[in-house]
């Protein structure tokens, strides 16, 4: 399994986030190999708080498998998820969790909280720093832009 090569493909939606003005975050969730799930950040374009790129990547994973249970499947995100998509992760029982950058304001895999650690009924394998300099650079400068606009 090419862990990078999946990264790189949430990157690549991450930086379609960017392109409409939204928070650049990417998400793949991969199974067998094959990519089942994209989603990226679309909160700006949709005006929905909840349009999250794990989110979205659930749901089109969901419908392409035909079932909310993701056991066999990996996660790839461009940045640490936050409580919510924490809870999506949980809540469809997705096996592994691979993460690029920290997010030290909202990050539920350690940064601010584990939200993992807790006494849930599911708990996915964790790993992160995953091509994190990359994931982190795209953030800081989709932010650095906003502020010189």
């Known amino acids: 399994m090419d862990h990078n090569a ?19 975050v990417g998400c793949v969730i991969v199974k067998d190999g094959q990519i089942v ?32 249970r993701l056991h066999d499947c990996t996660l ?14 949980i809540n469809s029982r997705i096996h592994t969790v691979r993460y690029g950058a920290k997010d030290d304001k909202a990050g539920a895999c350690g940064s601010v909280l584990n939200l993992f650690e807790e006494r849930f009924n599911h708990k996915p394998r964790l790993y992160g720093h995953l091509l994190e300099e990359e994931c982190a650079a795209q953030l800081q400068a989709f932010f650095e832009t906003l502020r010189e606009e």
Do not use: F
């Not at 930086?15 to 928070?23: I, L, M, S």
């Not at 679309?42 to 994973?61: K, N, Q, S, V």
């Not at 790839?76 to 992760?89: D, N, Q």
């Open 6 to 24: 999946y990264m790189r493909r949430a990157l690549e939606l991450a930086a379609q986030a960017a392109e409409v003005g939204d928070v650049p």
């Open 37 to 68: 799930g994209e989603g990226r950040n679309r909160r700006e374009e949709h005006g929905d708080a909840t349009a999250h790129a794990e989110l979205e990547a659930i749901r089109d994973a969901c419908e392409k498998l035909g079932s909310w």
């Open 76 to 89: 790839y995100v461009t940045l640490e998820p936050c409580p919510m998509c924490a809870g999506g992760i």
